[in-house]
């Protein structure tokens, strides 16, 4: 079974950017708040958002008993881990022919 180190570090490098930009863009709307400014639909994207994107870290949060405050990051940096070892192994598979080429 081959295993790619380029698609592992690509996707995991790319997951896990795009989960951090994301909870900032995310804290900018929520903190940015004002009383004469009502972001219900930026927060409800937000929301919407995070529950497709964030359902591993939260399965391994919620399985291992770590607190969202300290175990957030590591979290996603497991999840990200996870999605890049997919990655690693499904990418060779699919993309052999291009390759060869």
Request: hydrophobic content about 55%; glycine content about 8%.
């Amino acid at each position: 079974m081959r295993f790619s180190f380029q698609w592992f570090f690509g996707v995991f490098l790319v997951h896990f950017l795009a989960s951090v930009f994301a909870g900032f863009l995310t804290l900018i709307t929520i903190l940015g708040a004002s009383p004469t400014h009502n972001p219900s639909g930026s927060v409800a994207f937000s929301q919407m958002f995070f529950w497709v994107w964030q359902t591993g870290p939260a399965f391994l949060v919620h399985y291992t008993g770590v607190t969202w405050e300290k175990g957030l990051l590591p979290a996603v940096i497991v999840w990200s881990s996870i999605v890049g070892l997919a990655a690693g192994f499904v990418a060779p598979k699919l993309f052999k022919n291009t390759q060869n080429a």
